[in-house]
T-cell receptor, first 113, second 114 residues
């Protein structure tokens, strides 16, 4: 299976509610990143958390990382309709000079008014 | 500061034709990555290049696919003799260094093979 797998695959909430997405991975990582993709668009970087960090905040976003469980979560507080998008976690494994990202399959978030 | 640029945004090719996808990294970035995204799936790494060098091509299909990043000009992903299974969105990303840092993505090229 994939290095990064998000859960749930799809999430529908009402505006103002919080949205939580989870990501699991299999191998040791250097860092884990979360990206957002609006339908038919490119990816926008949201937040990066290093393997020696446990929690990070950016505006309405809160990311946690548990390296012992090889999992991460993304919390979006007070969601807005504009948060509707697909969210992907990506792990970075620094092997020599390579630093490719391995993406999960994503969580599709729908925020309704 | 312009972001990562890709062109064309949409490309339609018949089976057997060649597809050329271009990527201009952000100014000051010398590391380029290509990813492919099939419908309803995440992105899959294809290749990582620096100027005039292929660093990691572990995600590239063995045949028909090639990539380059010349000293001057954009990075090119070339697909020869396209087949329907090549239909996907191809994204380019760039970063300023080789470390496992944030990558900046372009808008993608959507390739449709008819």
């Amino acid at each position: 299976s994939q290095q990064g797998e998000e859960d749930p695959q799809a999430l529908s909430i009402q505006e103002g509610e919080n949205a939580t997405m989870n990501c699991s991975y299999k191998t040791s990582i250097n860092n884990l990143q979360w990206y957002r993709q609006n339908s038919g668009r490119g990816l926008v970087h949201l937040i990066l958390i290093r393997s020696n960090e446990r929690e990070k905040h950016s505006g309405r976003l809160r990311v946690t990382l548990d390296t012992s469980k090889k999992s991460s979560s993304l919390l979006i507080t007070a969601s807005r309709a504009a948060d509707t998008a697909s969210y992907f976690c990506a792990t970075a494994i620094n092997t020599g000079t390579a630093s490719k990202l391995t993406f999960g399959t994503g969580t599709r978030l729908q925020v309704t008014l | 500061n312009a972001g990562v640029m890709q062109n064309p945004r949409h490309l339609v090719r018949r089976r057997g034709q060649e597809a050329r996808l271009r990527c201009s990294p952000m100014k000051g970035h010398s590391h380029v990555y290509w990813y492919r995204q099939l419908p309803e799936e995440g992105l899959k790494f294809m290749v990582y290049l620096q100027k005039e060098n292929i660093i990691d091509e572990s995600g590239m299909p063995k045949e028909r696919f090639s990539a380059e990043f010349p000293k001057e000009g954009p990075s090119i992903l070339r697909i020869q003799q396209v087949v329907r299974g090549d239909s996907a969105a191809y994204f380019c990303a760039s970063s300023p260094s080789s470390g496992p840092s944030e990558q900046y993505f372009g808008p993608g090229t959507r390739l449709t093979v008819t």
